[in-house]
């Protein structure tokens, strides 16, 4: 019995050890062998770049924020765009979101983009390119907030951004928002 | 008829400077040049100064207690070994039932318009009436008319609003019992779908269009021959608006809602319990609260004054939102009472981005190791690493 107890035991062992590398290998990839940029940063007709968190995707526009099935399609590809909200150079609140965290299976270079977003600080340079145009913005604020507030969606604040997703991160209890405003 | 010769007379100059200020309505000035004869030189010039204060104020407190009660159940089936008549315990032989019906509440509470100030042109009295005139002078005479006019108004507004709502919301289809029947028992407790408003909207405006102005009316007639005749007005305008606006706003929603609560024991046969749904959709909405709305001024020059804007947008810090305190954020909560499942909660959402299998997968992962290490330790058996 102690024999099959200490062979058991061993085997439970290295198999929640292989369930850990399993679900944090990508992000083990994330911070120490971090995605090389594109040669040519106009890839995409609208994309996204946070330098200081080694984060480049892709943007798609003109999502619906409140509806599940269509976000979460674009969500494995990128990052949306609210719809109804402002787009770069029109002067109105910019409403971006992605994952911070998916399913282990599922998670890819895309479809967790802002899982490092908790770690931008106050001055971090967030840089979006649209039709071959670039706009520079600098975080100056982020707010934790309850998924009902949606306030932050809804009303317009002038010309800032506004990058969106789960807090904490492997969860989806709260909402994590990062301000930026153009420099 | 003797020829009269002309005459250069001095100039004839008054000089009227009247400081006004009062708080009633602005004056009329009435100035001319007349009379004058044959190549005469006149001029007449003026200075006016009106200064009106405009001060409104006002001061609500409301109290707005609301209770709603809804009750379907409580109802109690005992004691049977066969139906007893009453409408909603039925039973036939070994059969007892309990069936509640739906409760459905909706509250509203809606606080408009209060404190509002206005400060119109007709209201405060602040224009002026000027006019001017060069009239029957006689040939080759230079007559000058010159008015320089200052209307100051300054607008005091203020408001002051205390406003509490407390909203009690109760609907109840449990709390029912059916003990000690003989045969099966069940109770089925109905639906409760609750909705609640409290709503605060246009709290505490003040209106401040334009704040004075001077109507200039000249007439020039009845002169000689070769006379030259000028009226200059000069209209100066000041507008200074204090504005204050306090509102304090306090909502309360206390909600309770109940389809279960049930008991049934002691009975002699099949029990069952089926409890309602319970759908609650709670709303706390300020609008408009503390608004100041005032009018550009335009220089006279024959376009008519602006229609009222808001003043311009500030780009405030993004601030969580007060619920039931001051300031004009929206909110929406949603409550659900005691009962089996909550239904649709039905407010919207920010997008859910994240996904919480990782993290249970890691609990999991973390807790197959500990297990894994405590039959280690159970086994008995010495790990091959041996330590010094």
């Known amino acids: 019995m102690k024999k099959f107890a200490y062979y058991f035991g061993n085997a439970l062992m290295a198999f929640s050890l292989l369930i850990l590398v399993y679900i944090y290998y990508p992000v083990f990839l994330m911070y120490f062998f971090p995605p090389s940029l594109p040669k040519n940063m106009d890839v995409y007709n609208f994309s996204l770049e946070i330098p200081s968190l080694h984060i480049f995707s892709p943007v798609f526009t003109g999502i619906d924020p409140y509806n599940a099935n269509v976000y979460r399609k674009v969500l494995e590809k990128g990052i949306a765009q609210a719809k109804g909200t402002g787009l770069p150079g029109q002067g109105k609140t910019i409403f971006l979101f992605a994952h911070s965290s998916d399913a282990p299976w599922n998670i890819t270079r895309y479809n967790t983009i802002f899982y490092r977003l908790p770690e931008l600080k106050n001055g971090a340079e967030v840089v979006i390119r649209k039709d071959k145009k670039v706009y520079k913005y600098k975080v100056f604020a982020e707010r934790t907030v309850w998924p009902s507030q949606i306030q932050y969606l809804k009303k317009d604040s002038g010309n800032i951004l506004i990058l969106q997703t789960c807090t904490p991160v492997g969860t989806d209890w709260q909402r994590l928002l990062v301000f930026a405003r153009p420099v | ?388």
């Open chain 2, 1 to 388: 008829m003797y020829k009269v010769k002309k005459i250069f007379l001095t100039c004839l100059l008054l000089l009227i400077s009247a400081v006004v200020a009062h708080s009633a309505h602005a004056e009329d000035i009435n100035l001319s040049v007349a009379g004058n004869g044959d190549g005469s030189d006149n001029s007449v010039t003026t200075t006016a100064q009106d200064t009106t204060t405009v001060t409104q104020s006002n001061n609500a407190k409301v109290d707005n207690n609301q209770q709603t009660t809804a009750n379907t159940g409580g109802n109690t089936a005992s004691d049977n070994t066969s139906g007893n008549g009453n409408p909603t315990q039925t039973a036939s032989a070994g059969q007892t039932t309990v069936s509640t019906g739906n409760a459905t509440t909706t509250t509203t509470v809606q606080n408009t318009g209060i404190n509002t100030n206005s400060d119109t042109l007709a209201d405060c009295g602040c224009n002026t009436q000027i006019a001017q005139s060069v009239i029957n002078n006689g040939s080759g005479s230079t007559n000058t008319n010159t008015v320089s006019a200052t209307n100051n108004v300054v607008s005091n507004q203020s408001n002051n609003a205390n406003i509490k709502n407390n909203v009690s919301v109760s609907a109840n289809t449990g709390d029912n019992s059916a003990n000690n029947n003989n045969g099966n028992t069940s109770i089925t407790t109905g639906n409760i779908t609750a909705k609640t408003d409290i709503i605060n909207k246009d709290i505490n405006t003040n209106i401040d269009p334009v704040g004075s102005s001077s109507n200039v009316t000249t007439s020039i007639s009845g002169n000689g021959a070769n006379t030259i005749n000028t009226v200059i007005a000069n209209i100066f305008q000041n507008k200074t608006s204090n504005e204050s606006n306090i509102a304090n706003l306090l909502s309360l929603a206390s909600i309770n809602l109940n389809t279960g609560e049930n008991s049934a024991n002691n009975n002699n046969g099949n029990v069952s319990i089926e409890t309602g749904e319970i759908e609650s959709v709670a709303l706390i909405e300020n609008e408009h609260i503390n608004s100041n709305f005032y009018e550009a001024v335009i220089t006279p020059t024959g376009e008519t004054p602006g229609t009222p804007q808001t003043p311009p947008n500030q780009q405030v810090p993004p601030t969580m939102p007060q619920m039931g305190g001051g300031g004009g954020g929206s909110g929406t909560s949603v409550s659900s009472g005691n009962g089996q499942t909550l239904a649709a909660a039905i407010a919207p959402m920010l997008p859910d981005t994240g996904n919480s299998l990782s993290f249970l997968a890691t609990i999991a992962a973390l807790l197959l190791f500990f297990a894994g290490f405590g039959l280690r330790l159970y086994s008995g058996v010495s790990p091959p690493i041996k330590f010094a």
